[in-house]
T-cell receptor
Framework: ELKVEQNPLFLSMQEGKNYTIYCNYS?????LYWYRQDPGKSLESLFV?????AVKQEGRLMASLDTKARLSTLHITAAVHDLSATYFC???????????FGDGTTLTVKP | DTEVTQTPKHLVMGMTNKKSLKCEQH?????MYWYKQKAKKPPELMFV???????INESVPSRFSPECPNSSLLNLHLHALQPEDSALYLC????????????FGSGTRLTVV
């Protein structure tokens, strides 16, 4: 059974600071997704990472994938309040034909 | 059209009621999903309809039943629900090859009283 672990689960940071969210998973996969969810809202797709060494950037967020280490990171640069949300990673299990979500990281950016 | 449309957005139902949640997409996606999400928890997969084949999470009780009238629609029929079934129900769709993230609908906030 595929297990996906995110850490930290809760993150409070000051505006302007940098931080990294980690997503570890237990079995081989070559597809990993990052989503954002605002309170009471649905999920928004941020990044799709399809190969070892993949790196994608959008604004202040950058995601990377190391399939050998079974690890993805979501790096936040110079955080701003608008980034406050819950971030989920999801790992695609080819055999099962479905994605398994991590528990999410709730990010609060304070002025 | 790049959206997944879910209706209704909010639903309050009694434990003896029968209701349906609707989900529609016109992106030509060949896979559609129903997820249940409790507060402060990740989404939990309930059903997958992919290439006309339905896959069921065995932990989902039979009071939830999916229906796929065509490749653009995936409904979720609700019957005799329990208060613990109150949650946000999310529909999503994806390209079959899963090289893209899922596109999620805005969700149905369900309250069972």
């Amino acid at each position: 059974e595929l297990k996906v672990e995110q850490n930290p689960l809760f993150l409070s940071m000051q505006e302007g600071k940098n931080y990294t969210i980690y997503c570890n998973y237990s079995t081989t996969s070559d597809r990993l997704y990052w989503y954002r969810q605002d309170p009471g809202k649905s999920l928004e797709s941020l990044f799709v990472l399809l190969s070892n060494g993949a790196v994608k950037q959008e604004g202040r967020l950058m995601a990377s994938l190391d399939t050998k280490a079974r690890l993805s990171t979501l790096h936040i640069t110079a955080a701003v309040h608008d980034l406050s949300a819950t971030y989920f990673c999801a790992v695609y299990n080819t055999n099962a034909g479905k994605s398994t979500f991590g528990d999410g990281t709730t990010l609060t950016v304070k002025p | 059209d790049t959206e997944v449309t879910q209706t209704p957005k909010h639903l309050v139902m009694g434990m003896t009621n029968k209701k349906s949640l609707k989900c529609e997409q016109h992106m030509g996606h060949r896979a559609m999903y129903w997820y249940k999400q409790k507060a402060k928890k990740p989404p939990e997969l309930m059903f997958v309809y992919s290439y006309e084949k339905l896959s069921i999470n065995e932990s989902v009780p039979s009071r939830f039943s999916p229906e796929c009238p065509n490749s653009s629609l995936l409904n979720l029929h609700l019957h005799a629900l329990q208060p613990e079934d109150s949650a946000l129900y999310l529909c999503a769709s994806s390209q079959q090859v899963a090289n893209y993230g899922y596109t999620f609908g805005s969700g149905t906030r369900l309250t069972v009283v």
